[in-house]
């Protein structure tokens, strides 16, 4: 059977430098430079939605739009026709217990998780065993971030 393009994703985000970023209408709030997991889904194009995450220009209208402007995509993992993306964020809370939610209900405006971006202290070296445990696939990302 063919996969549909929809499911669940995860984006592995960067933040370079210590940064005050304004989400959308919240209080400023500070982001530890570092890297980020950002748990989201779409329900249909989901190809579209990941290509409307790496581009630049565009209207912003979801919190993680606003957290895009100053983070860089690192890595993109999906779990095609699967829509658990609040399970998902739970179960990264809990496995890396040390990640912490900058922001509350980041990206969880419509249901009862208390965030869906995630501050992994020391990140990067967990990603792989984190991405297996989550049973997620790494997509390619295609062309430049401009
Ligand atoms: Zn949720």
């Given at each position: 059977m063919?996969?549909?393009?929809?499911?669940?994703?995860?984006l592995v985000?960067?933040?370079?430098?210590d940064?005050?970023?304004?989400?959308?209408?919240?209080?400023?709030?500070d982001?530890?430079?570092?890297?980020?997991?950002?748990?989201?889904?779409?329900k249909n194009?989901?190809?579209g939605?990941?290509r409307?995450?790496?581009?630049k220009?565009?209207?912003?209208?979801?919190?993680?739009d606003?957290?895009?402007?100053k983070?860089?995509?690192?890595?993109?993992w999906?779990k095609?026709?699967?829509?658990d993306?609040?399970?998902?964020?739970?179960?990264?809370k809990?496995?890396?217990?040390?990640?912490?939610?900058?922001?509350?209900?980041?990206?969880?405006s419509?249901?009862n998780?208390?965030?869906?971006?995630?501050?992994l202290?020391?990140?990067?070296?967990?990603?792989?065993?984190?991405r297996?445990?989550?049973s997620f696939?790494?997509?390619?990302?295609?062309?430049?971030?401009a």
């Open positions: 063919e996969r549909q393009d929809k499911g669940t994703y995860l985000l960067e933040v370079k430098e940064q005050t970023i304004a989400i959308g209408r919240r209080p400023l709030t982001f530890k430079k570092g890297t980020y997991l950002y748990v989201g889904r779409a194009g989901l190809q939605r990941i409307r995450h790496l581009s220009k565009k209207k912003r209208y979801w919190h993680i606003y957290f895009l402007q983070a860089k995509v690192q890595e993109i999906i095609p026709d699967f829509f993306e609040c399970p998902t964020a739970l179960k990264v809990s496995l890396v217990k040390d990640s912490s939610s900058p922001l509350k209900k980041f990206g969880a419509d249901c998780c208390a965030s869906h971006l995630f501050y202290p020391k990140g990067k070296g967990r990603l792989k065993s984190l297996r445990t989550l696939e790494k997509v390619e990302i295609h062309g430049n971030q």
